[in-house]
């Protein structure tokens, strides 16, 4: 189901969010340096939406980091009422702001949104095991636009594999397993690789990916299969 940022309650501060942050900073990843496997997510979720801009986001305390940024330059935080991934936190399913104002949304300061001509917004949250959402996965465009169930489906299950990334990533950092990370960010990066280079081929046959086409549909949701696989059979390992 997909949600306007019109239901969102009246502070971006939730009543649990001492317990969200303990689940945020347990996995180490807020105000960390790039990584390529996070960026390559952050690519895909662009080329798949065929939208200029796409984050991966983590709601800290006063600020929100962007573990991956595409489509925009030079930004790695926003303080926490600036940024729209901030409110969309908030809601237990994806957050859609088809034609973004300063009154579709009143909980953050518009001054950032119109800076980067932000007009269409779509997020999934990143959530943990323990049902605590940490951040967002999140596709933005400067031109109001629709976003079927489809898509918000697709934004979703995108947002798990980030979601499960973090769980690994994590676990290996934990363990001192550094290689292993290392290991596991070229395994996955080959297969989004390919999964990029799908997204391109589907593209440009049809001058965009339609999810209306079960058999473009189909292909999409068996390399997200593929990808949650090879996350599965880590984490199961590294358990």
Known sequence: MINTATSLPVSLVPANDAVRLRTLHQYRIVNTTPEKIFDEYAAWAAQLFNLPIALI??????????????????????????????????????????????????????TVAES??????????????????????AV?????RGFSEAESALLVRLAQLVSQTIMLRGHYLAHEQSDEWEDAQQELAQRLDDNAALARYLTTRAHGIDLADEEVAQVIYRRLDEVNTLLEKRLAVAA
């Open 116 to 137: 980067i001509g932000l007009r269409f917004y779509a997020g999934a949250a990143l959530q943990m095991p323990d049902n605590q959402k940490i951040g967002m996965m």
């Open 140 to 144: 933005i465009g400067r031109e109001p």
């Open 57 to 110: 986001s983590l709601v800290d305390e006063n600020q929100v980091w962007f573990k991956a940024a595409i489509g925009t330059q030079g930004v790695s935080s926003l303080v926490r009422g600036d940024s729209m991934c901030s409110a969309a936190i908030l809601q237990d399913t994806a957050v859609v702001l088809s034609d973004y104002s300063k009154e579709s949304c009143g909980l953050i300061s518009q």
